[in-house]
């Protein structure tokens, strides 16, 4: 069964709203989780890394004022879309390593700004 | 900055043919990742390749690592449809973090 689970799957907003998607590891502690953005038919881009306790780590490019991040539990860290724009819209997904060497991805939240 | 080639982007193959799809990454990296993704679907884990010369096997697919040369291969032998799919590979830029940087991904269908 899924490890990381991510929630929602797909989510339609207005234009200028703000759009909260959450990652979860289930049964084990994710210290460090990660986000990633996906336009379609292109590759995963990473956003930031998401450390539990401190600020988000952003990669350059990354509006941490448009995407918040919050790391607030050991096993949740949230992703908020800021107003929200047409621009906006991709395909979100979040990763968490649960021991070991494998990371595990959640199952992605599809965006869509009108 | 570690950049990550993969090829061929597409890939249009018969069932019951061979073939092998590269990824060549820039930097000395401790771990590569394949992974497989199906339309508006997230990613799943196929392989941790962690070592020079490391070759795992799952099906009728098999990667293989050559820390070296920088290159991983992914060899796709009888192919069938229900490996169609886009593959990505992902290299980890090194550290404890695990921050993964991914290729363009191989669009993979299998014909009947």
């Known amino acids: 069964g899924a490890v990381v689970s991510q929630h929602p799957s797909r989510v339609i907003c207005k234009s200028g709203t703000s759009v909260k998607i959450e990652c979860r590891s289930l049964?084990?502690?994710?210290?460090?989780m990660f986000w990633y953005r996906q336009f379609p038919k292109q590759s995963l881009m990473l956003m930031a890394t998401?450390?539990?306790?401190?600020?988000?780590?952003?990669e350059q490019g990354v509006e941490k004022d448009k995407f918040l991040i919050n790391h607030a539990s050991l096993t949740l860290s949230t992703l908020t879309v800021t107003s929200a724009h047409p621009e906006d819209s991709s395909f979100y997904i979040c990763?968490?390593?649960?021991?070991?060497?494998?990371?595990?991805f959640g199952s992605g939240t599809q965006l869509s700004v009108l | 900055e570690l950049k990550v080639e993969q090829n061929p982007l597409f890939l249009s193959m018969q069932e019951g043919k061979n073939y092998t799809i590269y990824c060549n990454y820039s930097?000395?990296?401790?771990?590569l990742y394949w992974y497989r993704q199906d339309p508006g679907k997230s990613l799943e884990s196929l392989f941790v390749?962690?070592?020079?010369?490391a070759v795992k096997q799952e099906g009728r697919l098999m990667a293989s690592l050559d820390t070296k040369a920088r290159l991983s291969t992914l060899h796709i032998t009888a192919a069938v449809h229900d490996l169609s799919a886009t593959y990505f590979c992902?290299?980890?830029?090194?550290?404890?973090?695990?921050?993964?940087?991914f290729g363009k991904g191989t669009l993979l269908t299998v014909n009947p």
């Open positions: 992902a290299v980890d830029s090194g550290g404890s973090n695990y921050k993964l940087t």
């Open positions: 990763s968490a390593k649960r021991g070991g060497e494998k990371l595990f």
């Open positions: 998401s450390n539990e306790g401190s600020k988000a780590t952003y």
């Open positions: 049964d084990f502690q994710a210290t460090t």
């Open positions: 930097t000395t990296s401790d771990r």
């Open positions: 390749l962690l070592s020079n010369g």
